[in-house]
């Protein structure tokens, strides 16, 4: 699956491990950023000190204003963007599970946060308030294909996780799989 790493399922229990900012493609982005960002940084600190600290280049022949200095810019940039990547991928944002027990008649959605009071994200909610399954296509540009519950007294809960949309057939999949386990109707197929 895509939307859940992992799914078990007992006659009573349904848990859905959800995977956060453990993906590929972060972990992609935050290696080419952090390379990038370097080799910029560098490159301005080769052009102020005029000592080559690139084996590949030599930039001790750029002026440092103003092509040192915007290099060093661009550099710093890039190393807070590979900072807050590998912070995101290290702590798993939005990584969690989805855990249905019609045994206890809980439910319990959690995530990871950021560092503070909201590191733990949980939800805990009996299952005879859940209303329905709800799925969200919204096609386009910006393609958005979600899983929700509706739950009495609270805002609809996002089951899946945000990045790339799940195929349609796989979301229809676990939406019915889901509505079916709960004994809810599946809204917006």
């Excluded at 000592?51 to 204003?65: C, K, Q, R, V, W």
Aim: charged share 20%.
């Amino acid at each position: 699956m895509t939307a859940t790493s992992t799914s078990s399922q007992s006659d009573r229990v349904l848990r859905q491990t959800v995977l956060g900012s453990r993906r590929t493609s972060n972990y992609f982005w935050a290696i080419v950023t952090s390379v990038g960002g370097a080799g910029f940084f560098l490159a301005a600190l080769s052009s102020y000190l005029k000592t080559n600290f690139l084996p590949f280049a030599d930039p001790t022949e750029l002026i440092f204003i103003p092509q040192g200095i915007a290099m060093g810019f661009y550099g710093t940039i890039a190393l807070g963007i590979a900072l807050y990547l590998w912070l995101a991928v290290s702590l798993d944002i939005g990584g969690g599970y989805n855990e249905f027990d019609l045994d206890s008649g809980k439910a319990r959605i959690f995530r990871w946060g950021f560092f503070g009071k909201n590191r733990r994200i949980e939800i805990v909610f009996d299952t005879d308030k859940v209303q329905s399954v709800r799925v969200e296509c919204q096609e386009g540009l910006n393609p958005k294909r979600a899983l929700y519950l509706r739950v009495k007294g609270m805002r609809d809960i996002p089951l899946t996780r945000v990045g790339q949309p799940l195929a349609l057939s796989e979301l229809e999949n676990q939406g019915a799989r889901l509505a079916r386990f709960l004994k809810v109707p599946l809204e917006g197929v």
